[in-house]
């Protein structure tokens, strides 16, 4: 069966920069669109980042020049750097996988969810 799993979450000070990992198996990785997404509590899961197949990217308004995703193929792995962390950027951070070539936004079009890592930046 298809897992995701995320690493690199936990407590950290606001500035700091933290690198999330999403292992993924049972899934041809190279032709799925992957992205991050977080939840804080009270909100909507929104999405912070994707990246598609061929190495196309989005970043969201919110977090856009503090983050970079990447993805290694060989490692069947995406990863998320993020940078001058805020505390309102704690919140649990999905990764999720899109069955598409293409750089997808809705919820909906993301096939595969991992169980999430918590990221909290303290003040």
């Known amino acids: 069966q298809v897992q995701l799993v995320e690493s690199g979450g936990g407590l950290v000070q606001a500035g700091d920069s933290v690198r999330l990992s999403c292992a993924a198996s049972?899934?041809?990785?190279?032709?799925?669109?992957m992205g991050w997404y977080r939840q804080a509590p009270g909100k909507e899961r929104e999405l912070v980042a994707a990246?598609?197949?061929?190495?196309?990217?989005y970043y969201a308004d919110s977090m856009k020049g503090r983050l970079t995703i990447s993805r290694d193929n060989a490692k069947n792995t995406v990863y998320l750097q993020m940078n001058s962390l805020k505390p309102e950027d704690s919140a649990i951070y999905y990764c999720?996988?899109?069955?598409?070539?293409?750089?997808?936004?809705?919820?909906?079009?993301?096939?595969?969810w991992g169980q999430g890592t918590q990221v909290t930046v303290s003040s």
């Open positions: 999720a996988a899109a069955r598409t070539y293409r750089i997808v936004t809705l919820t909906t079009e993301y096939n595969y």
């Open positions: 049972g899934l041809p990785f190279s032709t799925y669109t």
């Open positions: 990246i598609s197949t061929g190495g196309s990217t």
